[in-house]
């Protein structure tokens, strides 16, 4: 029974009943102690940042698995890029961890929709793949074709910061009622977050009252003290 739960770690390849080995786990790069509680970027004492005081996003919060940094950001490449599918639970368990005792548990779960053109030139939608296994794993109800992206624009990551609002401005369309309702975005990764808070401001429009952002990874400064930025 031992030789059928054992796996190689997907990492550094030694043997190993997770996913995971014991020495790659531990060596994940974590998010900082101190966190905005919105948008998770690092602040002296945990309180909410300047950004999120000066300019509240349309999100309530913001759940990260990880900092987006090596070897995270080659396991979602290996999954976004390289159709590595079997990436997918094993990112979401990351995430799960993060999820063991939040403030209060979603009603619904929604997927970061891609746009048809380019979810046929990929074939699948990485944050559905994800977000299939933690609905599944929560019991919470998965909204798959809730909402869609209306605007091809180009991605994101190709982009000054400051371009990534206007590229992504009324990308989404939303025909479901939410009035009342707990939503939490999943997507793989967040940057400055502009994708999350566009979605979530058509989600306040159909009426949710509450938006957790649910992601794999979220890309940080390396020098935490020193940085500032622009939240959306």
């Known amino acids: 029974m031992q030789i059928l739960t054992q796996k190689n ?14 020495s790659c786990t531990l060596h994940l790069p ?17 309180e909410v940042c300047g950004a999120c005081l000066t300019s509240p996003p349309a999100f309530t919060r913001t759940i990260a698995a990880l900092r987006y940094t090596f070897p995270v950001d080659a396991l979602i490449h290996s999954l976004k890029y390289q159709a590595n599918l079997a990436i997918a639970p094993i990112l979401a368990n990351l995430l799960l961890q993060q999820l063991e005792t939040p403030k209060s548990m979603p009603d619904v779960i929604l997927p970061m929709p891609l746009h048809p053109i380019r979810l046929r030139e990929r074939g699948f939608n990485q944050a ?6 933690v609905s599944k794993q929560l019991g ?8 869609s992206r209306i605007k091809h624009t180009p991605p994101q990551t190709g982009l000054p910061w400051k371009d990534r609002q206007k590229n992504i401005r009324k990308a989404f369309s939303c025909k479901m009622n939410l009035s009342g309702k707990h939503v939490a975005l999943v997507d793989d990764v967040m ?28 890309t940080l400064p390396e020098i935490h003290q020193t940085s500032s930025h622009t939240q959306q």
């Open 9 to 22: 770690c997907v990492l550094c390849g030694i043997s190993t009943n997770q996913d995971l080995c014991e």
């Open 140 to 147: 919470i109800t998965l909204l798959p074709d809730s909402c």
């Open 30 to 46: 974590q998010l900082p102690v101190n966190h905005c509680p919105i948008c998770l970027w690092p602040v002296p004492t945990a």
């Open 128 to 133: 559905m793949e994800i977000s299939r296994y």
């Open 191 to 218: 940057t400055t977050g502009a994708t999350l808070n566009e979605l979530a401001k058509v989600l306040r429009k159909q009426g949710a009252c509450e938006i957790s952002n649910w992601v794999i990874a979220r």
